[in-house]
């Protein structure tokens, strides 16, 4: 399968800082390109990337696209709840208590065995490429991409923060403030095979949060992140003091739901080649509603 992707020049530059540039092309996809059968072409004449290109000319590149599904990934039927999809990516919500990719245990059972059914289905081969991925337990949007070439700009638009996720939780008490920044370096915690802490030793990590609801007991939280450590929503909010509902690694109370109430309800993108602005948003789980239910609103 190929994919022939044109834009015309907007000024005089060279051919390799315009497919660099404004095409958003990775240095490993030009050079693919580059030794494909008129890979690259300008006015439909193969070109070399040197070429001194002029404002106007229309500039040609074939994205070729592998023809097989994801190697070794057994197609199983599930129930998917798909919010977007065109050619090139899909936005699915996954529930809590699903993983995103096989792992140990669930060989055949994550959101990734789903689709590959979904498009087996169709008639389609496409491996699965997912941009970003979710914790088993927190719910919420998940993207993919339907071939190599949107993996790659997608995957560009995530390192220019252009591409933005963000999150609902649900977290014990009141932050003093109803916006603000975390920074905490992350690392993994000495003897704990699972669980994060902020160290000094760690890797950067940005979250930035807003208060949306104040409870008797707790919060309604939107957050983002300018960084996706492990755990990273999680780690922050218990080392202020507001660890999430439900998130007994990191001493959450279980009384009103049995998992840490995170949700990824809401994803900016912008469409691989188009460069439509995208927006998609997930509603709020039950077991994440009933939390708020039960709680009283405080009268401010």
């Known amino acids: 399968m190929e994919k022939i992707w044109s834009k015309t020049a907007g000024r005089d530059c060279t051919l390799s800082d315009f497919l660099l540039h404004d095409m958003g092309l990775t240095k490993r996809q030009i050079k693919q390109a580059k030794f494909r059968e008129n890979g690259i072409c300008v006015g439909g004449v193969k070109a070399r990337i040197t070429y001194a290109l002029k404002a106007g000319e229309r500039v040609d590149v074939k994205l070729e696209e592998q023809h097989t599904a994801s190697p070794q990934l057994v197609p199983t039927q599930g129930k998917l709840d798909i919010l977007y999809e065109d050619e090139d990516l899909l936005c699915v919500n996954k529930p809590s208590g699903l993983v995103v990719h ?3 245990g669930h060989y055949t059972d994550s959101l990734s065995n789903m689709l ?6 169709r008639g389609e081969h496409v491996r699965i490429r ?5 914790d088993k337990d927190t719910s919420g949007i998940v993207v993919f ?18 591409f933005r996720k963000e999150y609902l939780a649900v977290v014990e008490g009141c932050p003093e403030k109803d916006e603000g920044v975390i920074r905490g370096k992350i690392d993994k915690m000495q003897g704990e095979l699972m669980k994060m802490c902020v160290s000094p030793q760690g890797k950067t990590a940005v979250t930035r949060y807003q208060v949306l609801k104040r409870m008797e007991n707790s919060s309604l939280v939107k957050l983002s992140l300018s960084s996706g450590r492990t755990h990273q929503i999680r780690v922050h909010m218990a080392w202020i003091g507001h660890p999430l509902l439900g998130d007994s690694l990191y001493g959450g109370s279980m009384e009103k739901i049995r998992r840490a109430a995170l949700h990824a309800f809401c994803v900016t993108l912008f469409q691989p080649f188009t460069g439509e602005k995208i927006r998609v948003q997930a509603p709020l789980p039950g077991d994440m509603q009933k939390c708020l239910e039960a709680e009283r609103s405080e009268i401010r």
């Open 116 to 121: 590959a059914y979904y498009f087996q289905k």
């Open 145 to 162: 991409a339907r071939n190599q070439a949107a993996a790659g700009r997608l995957a560009e638009q995530k390192q220019q923060e252009k």
């Open 102 to 104: 096989p792992s140990h």
């Open 130 to 134: 997912s941009i970003g991925r979710l």
